[in-house]
Every structure is written in C-alpha cells, then in structure tokens.
C-alpha cells in the first residue's frame, strides 16, 4: 500500500502542456535536462522532440528500429539499431552527426552502451565477446570473453568493471569475466540507465534504484503507460497526458 501511494504522497505533481500530441502509440518516453520531450513511437519508427509546451523542435523518421540510449546530453544523443548494425549521433536539433557501420569490422552486435562521448561498449554475440571501441579512433580498447545468455536482453550498462544485464524478468549483475554476481527478478522491465554511482531500471511504470547491493522502487505510479527521469524529477505519460513529480 505504501508503494502504490508513494507517488501521490512523497511527490509533487505538475503536469505538461502537451495536451495536443498523439500518444496513442509511444514506446518510449524521454526528458532531457533542459526540459524537451522526445516520444518514440516503434509504429512508424519516428523520433519527435518538443518543448515544455508542445511545439514540436525536430523530428527523425527513422528506416529501422532504434534503441535510444539517453537525452539526457542533447548534444550528443546515441542511437543503435541492432537491425542495421549501427549507432548514430545525433545532435540537440536531431540532425546526424557521426555514423558508424558496426558489420565492417564486428560480427553480430547485438547491445551497445555508449559510456561517454569517446568510448562504447558492445556485446558481440556471435564471437561471444564485451567490447570497449573508441569510435572516435575507431579502435578496440579492450575485449573480453563474455559467453552469457543473451535471451530476452533488452539493455546493459557497463561501469567500474560491472556489466548490469537487464532481461525481460530478471536484472542481473556480471564481472568482466562473465561470473554472475547478482540476480535478481523483476517485470515489465524497459531500459537501463546510469546516473552517477547508481543504476536505474525503467518498467512501464516504476522505476527502480539498484547500489550496488540491493534493489529499491523509487517511484512508481500505477496510472501510467510510461516514466522516465531527467534532473527536475519522474516523468509519467498517464492518459495522454504527460506529469512531472517532484520531491
């Protein structure tokens, strides 16, 4: 019970002026620091930005489906689509800043995690191995064998030599020799993301905190389709209708 009113009770609620955007089909739900939204929508696999009001800032009509990683910098916003075997860079007004062609020189990648705006960390599932690639030199920093389950991976954050696997049901926590260090399990799991020393995991509608030893439900509103978090507070699309809560 505490759970389920911990939204209403611990948090402030206001609510967005975008009263006028067809949410019917979002998969995903963005908040970058600086108050733009951004809505991916998997149906016509298009990517749209707006203001704190509405108006749309840009939009990408994109040709195969993409994984978002974070808006969190909008001037660098990554993109991997397993489909065409490429990340994109983006800049704050959606236009394409960098590609890269993944097949040239890996085999099958299957997730990427982009640590910063120099290095990422790919998943080679047909050679079964964890790659840190500088895109910048394009060069391989460092690989390690990693023969793990990859059933059902939705996303993975590498950071302080710990890979955080999140599956459809179950987070789990690796060393960079594949040994299992954790595990635990958990629903309707969305993505995965770092804020500073701790690891975030987004359902459809909680979002959860995990230290590095144990696993805690921040917030959570039993209302919503989808939350996200950016630096002002949660975000939840609830009825067509986009909420911030703040402490």
Known sequence: MILILSSSLFFSQK??????????????????????????KNKDLSFTKYD????????????????????????????????????????????????????????FIKAVYAEDLQFAWMIDESNKTLIQYNFRSTSVISSFPFNINLQSLKDFVVYNNRIYILRENTFDVYSTKATLLYSTPISNARKIRRINNDILIFGSQTVSRFDGKDLTQIFQNESAKIVDKNNAGFLALIKDKLYLYTK
């Open 15 to 40: 609510k967005i002026g975008l009263d006028s955007l067809n949410t019917k089909d979002v998969q995903e739900l963005f908040g970058d620091d600086y108050g733009s939204i951004y809505l991916y």
């Open 52 to 107: 704190s009001l509405g108006n749309q800032l840009g939009k990408l009509m994109l040709t195969f489906p993409y994984k978002i990683q974070s808006v969190n910098n909008p001037l660098n916003i990554v993109m991997f689509s397993e489909n065409a075997q490429e990340i994109k860079f983006f800049d704050q007004n959606l236009n394409e800043i960098q590609k890269i062609n993944l097949s040239m020189n890996f085999g």
